[in-house]
């Protein structure tokens, strides 16, 4: 296979010391059924419920477009439901989140129902954005505290920052949460909005999945060190790094994270490693990715990591998890026949909704 | 009615807009303290309103005005300061993806204001004298205006600040301290998206918002002492754009003249002119003659800057072709 670049021109770009190392998957995968003490069974159990309705989510619409019966593209969330339904748990009511487009989990949670999604999804005008914009761009409700998310990454970090200083303006106990991936923290706005977060002790927190690949470029492609979390750290950010696929982990970690920043503790941020287990969008097979590296993670799968955790430590048993997974078919199975049976938006309304 | 400079009328719109909504606060580099801006526009505001109120920022356009969208998005209404318009490029993508598209892609407000101290002729080069406001009228979702007067530039903020839209509000800063004129004191507003005739005349429209009003209206002087008599349309909004002002005003003079202090190419003069073209037709005697900067970057020197920009001579100039065609 050639080499665009020159294999002397790779070696000079990429080589060079100090080279970082792989990242490595966090060693600390649920196997042994540990209980921690400080999270409910209810909710251990929640966690899994709400994984599962976010996988059967992702699985139905990635079956879908590879049918022909989706519109566009859109981006799989499959490996991230890890992070994607804590972040929404963890946080209270009046709280807003700015999740990316591989954060299904936490729309759900927020209590936008699969029906609206999958609306956006298929351009209806049903979907929150009505059919103004694409996949899941755009998903914004400001009554669930949702912002939706445009493409312009790490955007979300800088309104988000905003949403917490209106907080902090109002003498609110708010919080706002947002999401960017390892691409995301190259990016000038990343750190001028961390660094403007710690100086004004924002009530924010955000969560970096870095799942290793920004589209098909890998983290020793991005960046000489792998250190977001130390360079979190050097503004001033209480940070930290978590295994992204250890749903109970990230739920204690952006719960306290999300606590600290209540109380005026200041801002966090998240380092949650994982792996993007799909190509960037539905049209990317993602043939850059080693296939052992995806074999790796596969073991590691979040959803199927907390059933067996829930099992193994006695905390439900095996009927209660099938009635969840079944659950979850049939709310998504409602849900897609609802959004395919709602009407497009009319030609006659493109022009609404330019100005408030 | 007492007078104002122009730069006095801003601080006094800010002020009152504060006092007036506890939503309302400004933000940019320098603005705080006892500071209060690279042009002084904000002076003595922290010390009346708080600091949280007039927060100073680091330099980072694109985040401080992405942090602008976020408070915005719950409700308040900041007032945002970039220093000097020609740095609002810095700022680009969180003005024109996101405040602009938010309500239309999910029905979020962006009741912000951005000011930009804009325009040239003060001899200050290529980063300090620019006029990008046809970026932004070129942007669906926001709106754009530019006062050419003190009155206007108290009442087209304090409008701007109550919009539930984000409004870009471009300030001529060679109007700064040049530029005095009666203002109303308390509350005035004026209307978003309404030109106004600012001198009537019989032979030919003349078209300009920001400075280029002030020139355009010593031309008007000039070209009455030759019997021509030239009619001065301000603009004052550009998005949106009044152009049913325009289009009665040259149907009365059948000629035109177009001038910003912004490049001519591709600027809000060209839409002006072709709209003209399209609607006016039948009015028209003579081609719709466009004046604007020239398409290089702004030079500082004098005689390169005097060569670059319109003025009064130039606009007179272009009148007296015009009214011979």
């Known amino acids: 296979m050639s080499d665009p670049l020159g294999s002397h021109i790779r070696e000079a770009l990429f080589s060079t010391p100090p080279r970082p190392e792989e990242p490595k998957a966090p060693a600390t995968q649920p196997e042994s059924g540990e209980t921690p003490a400080d999270l409910a069974d209810e909710l251990r159990i929640d966690l899994y419920r709400w994984m599962r309705l976010t996988r059967t989510f992702d699985n139905t619409m990635v079956a879908m477009w590879k049918q022909g019966r989706g519109l566009g593209g859109t981006f799989s969330g499959r490996g991230h439901e890890g992070i994607s339904v804590p972040i929404g748990l963890a946080l209270g009511p009046d709280d807003v989140i700015a999740p990316m487009h591989r954060d299904v989990g936490s729309y759900l949670v927020r209590g936008m129902t699969p029906a609206r999604v999958f609306g956006n999804l298929l351009g209806k005008v049903t979907g929150p954005s009505g059919g103004r914009d694409a996949n899941l761009h755009g998903m914004g409700d400001l009554s669930l505290g949702i912002i939706g998310y445009v493409s312009h990454i790490p955007q979300q970090i800088p309104i988000s920052l905003g949403v917490a200083m209106s907080f902090h303006y109002r003498d609110e106990p708010r919080v706002a949460l947002t999401v960017c991936g390892d691409g995301g923290t190259t990016a000038g706005a990343y750190h001028e909005s961390l660094n403007m977060a710690a100086l004004y002790s924002a009530p924010l927190v955000l969560v970096v999945e870095n799942n290793q690949y920004a589209y098909s470029t890998p983290l020793d492609q991005q960046m000489a060190t792998f250190a977001i979390t130390e360079r979190a750290a050097g503004y001033g950010l209480t940070a930290r790094t978590e295994d992204g696929n250890d749903v109970e982990a990230m739920y204690r970690s952006v719960k306290a994270a999300v606590d600290q920043a209540r109380s005026g503790g200041g801002p966090t941020v998240i380092e949650a490693r994982t792996m993007r287990m799909l190509g960037h969008a539905i049209h990317d097979g993602a043939e850059y990715v080693p296939p052992e590296l995806l074999e790796e993670w596969e073991t590691r799968d979040p959803v199927e990591g907390q059933r067996r955790r829930l099992l193994a430590g006695g905390v439900c048993d095996p009927a209660r998890l099938e009635d969840i997974d079944a659950w979850a078919r049939t709310e998504i199975d409602a849900a897609v026949a609802e959004a395919e049976a709602a009407p497009f938006p009319h030609p006659d309304t493109v022009s609404d909704g330019v100005y408030a | ?325």
């Open chain 2, 1 to 325: 009615m007492r007078e104002l400079t122009y730069i006095a009328a801003i601080s006094e719109a800010i002020a009152h807009e504060m006092e007036r909504d506890p939503d309302v606060l400004v933000l940019g580099e320098d603005v705080g303290g006892d500071f209060g801006g690279a042009f002084k526009v904000t002076e003595g505001l922290a010390a009346r309103f708080g600091d949280r109120r007039v927060l100073n920022t680091p330099l980072a356009e694109q985040s401080f005005i992405g942090m602008a969208n976020g408070m915005a998005l719950m409700g308040l209404r900041p007032i945002v300061e970039v220093q000097f318009a020609d740095f609002i490029s810095t700022g680009f993508d969180s003005i024109v993806q996101s405040a602009a598209t938010i309500h239309y892609r999910f029905g979020g407000k962006i009741p912000w204001v951005i000011r930009a101290p804009s325009d040239g002729g003060i001899r200050s080069g290529p980063f300090h004298s620019q006029n990008p406001e046809a970026w932004f009228v070129h942007t669906p979702g926001l709106k754009v205006v530019a006062p050419s007067n003190p009155a206007d530039a108290k009442g087209l903020l304090c409008s701007a600040v109550r919009d539930p839209n984000p409004v870009v509000y471009f300030e001529a800063k060679p109007l700064y301290r040049s530029l005095r004129g009666p203002v109303p004191e308390g509350e005035h507003l004026a209307p978003i998206g309404e030109a106004a005739v600012v001198r009537p005349g019989t032979d030919l429209t003349v078209v300009a918002y920001g400075s280029q009003v002030s020139q355009a209206l010593a031309a008007a002087t000039d070209l009455a002492a030759d019997g021509i008599e030239a009619e001065v349309v301000d603009l004052r909004s550009l998005k949106p754009l009044d152009f049913q002002t325009v289009a009665e005003s040259v149907s009365r003079t059948s000629r035109a003249v177009v001038v910003h202090s912004a490049n001519r190419l591709a600027g809000v003069g060209a839409e002006v002119a072709a709209r003209i073209a399209e609607e006016c037709f039948e009015w028209l005697d003579a081609p719709v003659t466009r004046l604007g900067g020239l398409d290089v970057p702004i030079p500082f020197s004098p005689p390169l800057e005097d060569a670059y920009r319109p003025d009064a001579q130039k606009i007179a100039d272009a009148a007296r072709r015009l009214a011979a065609y």
